[in-house]
T-cell receptor
Framework: GNSVTQMEGPVTLSEEAFLTINCTYT??????LFWYVQYPGEGLQLLLK?????DKGSNKGFEATYRKETTSFHLEKGSVQVSDSAVYFC????????????FGSGTRLLVRP | DTGVSQDPRHKITKRGQNVTFRCDPI?????LYWYRQTLGQGPEFLTY????????KSRLLSDRFSAERPKGSFSTLEIQRTEQGDSAMYLC??????????????FGPGTRLTVT
């Protein structure tokens, strides 16, 4: 089937620590992959994307590489800040005429000063 | 700011009342999506429009839910006879058709519905 699986949170880190949030997907073909971020009380913001295998998406110090061999799109950041505290969602479009997004369950990140 | 907007941001209603939410997409986007998000979960697809045509509805969308996009611009989502289980964040998103951007969607701030 078509699904996205993320590591469960919460993830609690100290400021300047290294972040990894795991995401794996199932799909036929090679859909685009996205990371969205949701700050408290707000909607989702597109953080980064990769549209084909081996692409690396990056934004605001976050990176994720589309790895078809492991069907993964793990989110990484070398040095997190308190302001990165949010919920992060991995997502992919369903590859039918709708292209509706299929989301993981989200991973809450809490960064302590 | 030309992003997706939603109104209201918060709605508290009593069980059995009707509510209507509005979404204004990015102006050049012809696809508009509605999602529902409950606490601790990712958004779940409800329905989508290509211009004014509603092309798909999820099984989550019971008969009490109706959505419209009359002129292919803004959209409304109405819930009739609200139930406590309808309490959630309702998110609207828009995207251009064609997939040049990889089918990414841009989200509004959401409408948080609380049914008491």
């Amino acid at each position: 089937g078509n699904s996205v699986t993320q590591m469960e949170g919460p993830v609690t880190l100290s400021e300047e620590a290294f972040l990894t949030i795991n995401c794996t997907y199932t799909a036929t073909g090679y859909p685009s992959l996205f990371w969205y971020v949701q700050y408290p009380g707000e909607g989702l913001q597109l953080l980064l994307k990769a549209t084909k295998a081996d692409d690396k998406g990056s934004n605001k110090g976050f990176e994720a590489t589309y790895r078809k061999e492991t069907t993964s799109f793990h989110l990484e950041k070398g040095s997190v800040q308190v302001s990165d505290s949010a919920v992060y969602f991995c997502a992919r479009p369903q590859m039918d005429s709708s292209y509706k997004l299929i989301f993981g369950s989200g991973t809450r990140l809490l960064v302590r000063p | 700011d030309t992003g997706v907007s939603q109104d209201p941001r918060h709605k508290i209603t009593k069980r059995g009342q009707n509510v209507t939410f509005r979404c204004d997409p990015i102006s050049e986007h012809n696809r508009l999506y509605w999602y529902r998000q409950t606490l601790g979960q990712g958004p779940e697809f409800l329905t989508y429009f290509q211009n004014e045509a509603q092309l798909e509805k999820s099984r989550l969308l019971s008969d009490r839910f109706s959505a419209e996009r009359p002129k292919g611009s803004f959209s409304t989502l109405e819930i009739q006879r609200t139930e406590q289980g309808d309490s959630a964040m309702y998110l609207c998103a828009s995207s251009p058709s064609g997939g040049a951007g990889g089918y990414e969607q841009y989200f509004g701030p959401g409408t948080r519905l609380t049914v008491t």
